[in-house]
């Protein structure tokens, strides 16, 4: 079945640093890609996505590269801020299973 | 506009008693989603409603879990009789259509079961 897999958190750094959190996803078929975060106290929300390989996401200064030959879908910033503190989630979406299937998210604590 | 709404916030019971959640999605957003999630986890579809029509409930332990949407618009998730291992954050989703679509979280809803 559909699985993503992140790196496990939490993931500390300091204002200004280069972040990047792997995730790696088993698909059948061709998956879309999406990057969901979660701050503090609040609902998820979209981030990013990809739909097919190749695609770069873009949003907030956070980038994604849809990678089909090493089945990633790696989350980077190149300067990270205090407010961007909160839970990243990768998930993918294929047409066969009809939903989004999450990994299990990974903390990033940013401090100045 | 305004977001998914949910209540309560959080909800403490005891095993073997019942509890409900509701949902309000955005205005227009023909499906609507629970998850549950637990701690050190990612949210895990129970139900999904295109309309007031159910399309996945695969995973809806339906022995305790229920679910309905009445007039495709707001939504309750009940558990009846609890379980110590139903302690989780209870997340509703609406989304225009697919859920390859973008989904749009509401807060949740935090539930212990002691």
């Known amino acids: 079945g559909d699985s993503v897999t992140q790196m496990e958190g939490p993931v500390t750094l300091s204002e200004e640093a280069f972040l990047t959190i792997n995730c790696t996803y088993t698909?059948?078929?061709?998956?879309?890609l999406f990057w969901y975060v979660q701050y503090p106290g609040e609902g998820l929300q979209l981030l990013l996505k990809?739909?097919?390989?190749?695609d770069k996401g873009s949003n907030k200064g956070f980038e994604a590269t849809y990678r089909k030959e090493t089945t990633s879908f790696h989350l980077e910033k190149g300067s990270v801020q205090v407010s961007d503190s909160a839970v990243y989630f990768c998930?993918?979406?294929?047409?066969?299973?009809?939903?989004?299937?999450f990994g299990t998210g990974t903390q990033l604590k940013v401090e100045l | 506009e305004a977001g998914v709404a949910q209540s309560p916030r959080y909800k403490i019971i005891e095993k073997r008693q019942s509890v409900a959640f509701w949902c309000n999605p955005i205005?227009?957003?023909?499906?609507l989603y629970w998850y549950q999630q637990i701690l050190g986890q990612g949210p895990k579809l129970l139900i999904q409603?295109?309309?007031?029509?159910?399309?996945?409930d695969s995973q809806l332990p339906k022995d305790r879990f229920s679910a309905e949407r009445l007039k495709g618009v707001d939504s309750t998730l009940k558990i009846q009789p609890a379980k110590l291992e139903d302690s989780a954050v209870y997340l509703c989703?609406?989304?225009?259509?697919?859920?390859?679509?973008?989904?749009?979280f509401g807060p949740g809803t935090r539930l212990t079961v002691l």
């Open positions: 409603f295109q309309n007031n029509g159910v399309v996945d």
């Open positions: 989703a609406s989304s225009l259509g697919t859920p390859s679509d973008t989904q749009y």
């Open positions: 998930a993918l979406y294929t047409g066969g299973g009809n939903k989004l299937t």
């Open positions: 698909a059948t078929g061709y998956p879309s």
């Open positions: 205005s227009g957003h023909a499906t």
């Open positions: 990809a739909t097919k390989a190749d």
